[in-house]
């Protein structure tokens, strides 16, 4: 949770939305005791932060309503999943703060699937097709067309079981058969025109390894894991408003626990892909370092990149849960991060493009050291020890030598207090021989050291460091993966990779006080005045990268 304090984000009461709306009622009606939801990725890539807004709904409604959260891996598709996949899922889970009553997969069920499918079969609710996937597809028929039979739809119950046993046996191949539900093939909703409930696929499970090689489909297994968890809201995203009867329909017929779903919109953001499939491109061309790559939206990558648990559910608290497409701004998604980690994270000062500053009438040798605190939110909190000297670093874009009027920075004869320390005046600009400024030597006026004597104030103050004890650091700055801010229209003439933006990683290089380095905050720190910066996992030894989350300030302001 964020903090209270001046800086806290005013928590304003809301309505209930459709869901919560929906499990009140049924609680009221004395539907159910408690409530159980489910949070169903398939390992077959990284958690995104599309999904990070299914974990905040499918966790966050089970953690308000007293009830539990099963985390099901949809495991059905054996040829793209993996444990690395399941690994990662699970780390990402726990990293938002949330935690699972059971851990299933649609896998463990496989035997229970198998046998329902049998039931049906007996019931002269399946048979085996042996069709071509071409011609099933036609078949279909369209919307304003009915499809037609399959020759191989009126099957004996006994022909039926026969070559469906054959069919887990292993006698065929891929492709050659598979076992389609006996519904109706005119009715109106195509979901109900005999869809395959079996596909065969010689391919190791990374589970059930070779046991089997006929894999249920996502119709036949997703209601059923449901039932069997008695999932009682199963909460997904609205393009399975169209599967919704045929969950039921299977419910129904195999007579089992009726788990209803519901559908909410699912998130779509300003400038950021949200597919598995293409961020599985983007790291497998290496267009960027990784899944974890700070550009990408996945939550490793923005983990990395400095986003913390809390700015997500924040984040999700405020888009709220619809049930109408839209796209939300990233905007906002950064404004949430600066909202927490201005709360939280600990100040440091570091110069990005140094000019030096020499202060002529500094004792030489001389290092003071100055308590400064970590968060100025926190004003009775911990502190970190700044050391200045007598030859300092300043931002060169903090001096100006023709300084229009409003430059309330340092310029020749000005003043401009070094933060947390002394008012110091320019007194002369020294030039190399190209009429480049190098240094600027400087006095400083003892007496406006903080909390000794009166207090003079100048309209500017800016960070520094001492040269004597700057840390070097490297940083890498990013920008938008994307320059398209719809990347949802692409046009059909164009590929989503010509939208990758080239400049999206600058390296720069920063100069740090010494306890930059000795932070133990485990979260993004200010770089004081210029924006939040995190270290990255590539540092070694000398070599201390920080990646930069966001820049301290944005016009940008929420509705
Ligand atoms: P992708 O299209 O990126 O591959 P997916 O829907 O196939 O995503 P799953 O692993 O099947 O990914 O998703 C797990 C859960 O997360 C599902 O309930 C799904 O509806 C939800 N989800 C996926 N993407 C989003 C999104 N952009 N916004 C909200 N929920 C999402
Ligand atoms: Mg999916």
Redesign the pocket.
Known sequence: MVEEGKNAPVQEPRKLNFLEEIIESDLKAGKFDSIITR???????Y?????A???C??FGLAQKYGGKTNLRF?DTNPTKEDTEYVDSIKEDIRWMGFSWENERYASDYFDQLYEWAEQMILNGQAYVDDQTQEEISKGRGTIDRPGTESPYRNRSVEENLRIFREMKAGKYADGEKVLRAKIDMASPNMMFRDPILYRIKHASHHRTGDKWCIYPMYDYTHGQCDSIEKITHS???L??DVHRPLYDWFIQTLGIYPSHQYE?????LTYTL????K?LELVQKGLVSGWDDPRMPTLCGVRRRGYTAEALKMFCEKIGVSKRDQMMDIQLLEWCVRQDLNARSNRYMVVQKPLKVTLTNWEPGKVEWFDCPLNPAEPEGATRKVPFTGELYIEREDFMEEAPKKFFRLKPDGEVRLKYTYIIRCNEVVKDENGEVVELRCTYDPSTRPGCGEWRSVKGTIHWVSTEYARAITIRNYDRLFLKEDMNSIPEDKDYKDYLNPESLTQGKGLAEPALLEDKSGIAVQFERTGYYIIDKDSAGDNVIFNKTTSLKDSYRPE
Not at 39 to 45: A, D, K, L, R, S
């Open positions: 949070f169903p990725p398939e390992p077959n890539g958690l995104h932060l599309g999904h807004k299914s974990i709904i499918n949809d909460i997904c995203t393009e399975f909410f919109a699912r998130l779509n949200m597919s598995k499939r961020l």
